[in-house]
């Protein structure tokens, strides 16, 4: 199938497969489409049909919402019965030399273990090496679950063979029920999975040589990871400061605390990072367990507020987690005149 893609700027063509989806279609032929979740919720792929015919896998998708025509559809959701033709109502350019280029790819679950109460640390196996950066998510489909789920990655690697992934329970959730229903979660180890990545632009690169700062709540803590991981490798935080504060609402929701510890142990001063408990106060023994990392009360964005004052020239700032937690931040940074172009974010939606 052939889409013609009208954009802003100009046209793209590209092909489609029977059933693709015309989002994946363009990214895989590095064509900068439009979108964030990637998964049908956002509605940032929005693209209105000038001609042929398109299949709807999901007509209730929230994304939707944000429809102003009768011909507007998803073009995460979407495939194309024949040629097309669409219009985005943005600009759309080719990828940049160098960006990782999104495929289809199969694997299976190596290994699960459970983090805390109702967070899940997942490695997935893949047929085909994975050039990724670090910030960067995949989409997850399991058989018999309809549609894609996002996923961080909590490793950072080209040529990755294997995709860690902290994944957290969302109850009633379809994949959250597959995966945490059974009182051992290493019985989904060996299932198989298709993916398609890697997706995403809140990416880290050092050549960006600017002071970062981490938002995270809950399993947005896995970019993160990728994020210092990279940095810490390259000895980032010897010019460049980095502040990272990391949400949840007790001690018994943290997790990652002793990974936290030793990589501020390995970054020294020039890397901070706060742990911020929305439902009270640390004890005077967790704050004993984890004398390199700071503590503090309330939710994450006010924590980051508080600490933040004064410190937001040249800097990136990378946020993921829940909607509501990602619209704060956004909102506080924003109020404390940091450009958009330099605020990048995963909603958890
Ligand atoms: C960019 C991004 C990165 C993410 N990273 C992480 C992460 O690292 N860790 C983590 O725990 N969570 C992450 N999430 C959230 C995660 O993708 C899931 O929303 C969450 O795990 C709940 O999935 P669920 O199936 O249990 O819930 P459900 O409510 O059943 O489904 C959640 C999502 O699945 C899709 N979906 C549901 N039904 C359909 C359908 N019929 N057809 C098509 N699609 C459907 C939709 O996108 C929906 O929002 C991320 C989300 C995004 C957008
Ligand atoms: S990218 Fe399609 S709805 Fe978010």
């Given amino acids: 199938m052939k889409i013609q893609l009208n954009a802003r700027n100009r046209a793209h063509h590209f092909d489609a497969a029977p059933a693709d989806k015309i989002l994946y279609a363009g990214l895989s032929q590095a064509i900068g489409l439009p979108y964030e979740c990637g998964s049908g919720t956002c509605g940032t792929c929005k693209a209105r049909l000038l001609s042929g015919e398109i299949d709807d896998a999901w007509p209730d998708a929230p994304g939707r919402k944000y429809f102003k025509h009768a011909d507007d559809f998803l073009m995460c959701q979407c495939s194309a019965r024949g040629d097309v033709s669409v219009e985005v109502a943005s600009f759309v350019e080719d990828f940049d030399p160098g960006v990782c280029v999104p495929a289809a790819i199969k694997g299976r679950i190596r290994s699960s273990q459970m983090l805390t109460h109702d967070v ?36 950072y690697e080209r040529g990755a063979r294997s995709l860690q992934f902290v994944v957290k329970n969302k109850p009633g ?30 990416t ?40 990272v504060f990391f949400g949840v609402r007790s001690m018994k929701d943290a997790f990652y605390l002793d990974v936290l510890s030793r990589l501020r142990a390995q970054c020294g001063d020039k890397l901070h990072v706060m742990v911020a408990l929305s439902d009270g106060a640390a004890s005077a023994a967790d704050q004993a367990a984890y004398p390199l990392l700071a503590f503090d009360t309330g939710f994450v964005h006010l924590a980051a507020e508080r600490h933040m004052q004064g410190r937001y020239q040249g800097l990136r700032a990378y946020l993921a987690g829940p909607t509501p937690a990602v619209d704060a931040s956004v909102r506080m940074l924003l109020m404390s005149r940091v450009s958009s172009d330099n605020i990048r974010y995963d909603k958890f939606s």
Wanted: proline letters at 5%; a negative charge.
């Fill in 120 to 155: 899940i640390d997942l490695h997935i196996d893949i047929d085909t090496p994975m050039d990724f950066d670090a910030g960067q998510f995949v989409l997850i489909r399991v058989p018999g679950i309809a549609g894609y789920r996002g996923w961080s990655m909590v490793n």
């Fill in 173 to 202: 959730g379809k994949l959250s029920e597959w995966l945490f229903s059974s009182s051992a979660p290493e019985s989904r180890d060996g299932a198989e999975v298709e993916l398609f990545g890697p997706l995403g632009s809140a």
């Fill in 204 to 243: 880290f690169y050092p050549s960006i040589a600017k002071n970062i700062l981490c938002i995270a709540g809950g399993s947005g803590i896995a970019g993160m990871m990728a994020i210092l991981a990279r940095a810490a490798g390259e000895n980032y935080f010897a010019e460049h400061s980095g502040n």
